[in-house]
T-cell receptor
Framework: EDKVVQSPLSLVVHEGDTVTLNCSYE??????LLWYKQEKKAPTFLFML????IEKKSGRLSSILDKKELFSILNITATQTGDSAVYLC??????????????FGQGTILTVHP | DGGITQSPKYLFRKEGQNVTLSCEQN?????MYWYRQDPGQGLRLIYY???????QKGDIAEGYSVSREKKESFPLTVTSAQKNPTAFYLC??????????FGNGTRLTVT
């Protein structure tokens, strides 16, 4: 059974801080790992990682995958109050041919105070 | 703008009643999905459909039913057989190798 574990489960920081969110996984036939941001309602896609060691970057957010150690990290630098959200990590299920059948981690609740 | 519309946003029902959650998409995506989200847990897959008139059970299908009569629509019925129906329900769609695109969810409370 595929498994995704995120840590920490919650994190409180102040604006300007840098945070690192962790995601470890156990999956048969790994294809990719995805990060989503959820602000109260619809999760929105952030990154898809397929290759080990290659950093994906978007503004202040970046993510990297380590396929040997089976984990990924999501970094957010110079945090802002708008970064407050639940960050979800997910992997496509074994045997699936699409990226829609996902196993999600519990999520990390990030709260950024002014 | 293309997107996924879930309705209603909030739904309250008495125990023992069936309830249907609506999900409509105008993204022309082939595949649609229903996930359930509970506090402290990740999203869990209920049902999914990759083409019209066909659907498969996900990890927690017991107590739920779906239909896919049109490409745009994938309604979810929460039946009285679902033991813990109170949750946040998310509908999503995808096409090809694209990541999931989610709707804004329906929060169902059963008392």
């Amino acid at each position: 059974e595929d498994k995704v574990v995120q840590s920490p489960l919650s994190l409180v920081v102040h604006e300007g801080d840098t945070v690192t969110l962790n995601c470890s996984y156990e999956v048969t036939n790994f294809r990719s790992l995805l990060w989503y941001k959820q602000e109260k309602k619809a999760p929105t896609f952030l990154f898809m990682l397929t290759s080990s060691g290659i950093e994906k970057k978007s503004g202040r957010l970046s993510s990297i995958l380590d396929k040997k150690e089976l984990f990924s990290i999501l970094n957010i630098t110079a945090t802002q109050t708008g970064d407050s959200a639940v960050y979800l990590c997910a992997v496509p299920n074994a045997g699936g041919t699409s990226y829609g059948k996902l196993t999600f981690g519990q999520g990390t609740i990030l709260t950024v105070h002014p | 703008d293309g997107g996924i519309t879930q309705s209603p946003k909030y739904l309250f029902r008495k125990e023992g009643q069936n309830v249907t959650l609506s999900c409509e998409q105008n993204l022309n995506h082939d595949a649609m999905y229903w996930y359930r989200q509970d506090p402290g847990q990740g999203l869990r897959l209920i049902y999914y459909s990759q083409i019209v008139n066909d659907f498969q059970k996900g990890d927690i299908a017991e107590g739920y039913s779906v239909s896919r009569e049109k490409k745009e629509s994938f309604p979810l019925t929460v039946t009285s057989a679902q033991k813990n129906p109170t949750a946040f329900y998310l509908c999503a769609s995808s096409t090809g190798g694209s990541p999931l695109h989610f709707g804004n969810g329906t929060r169902l409370t059963v008392t």
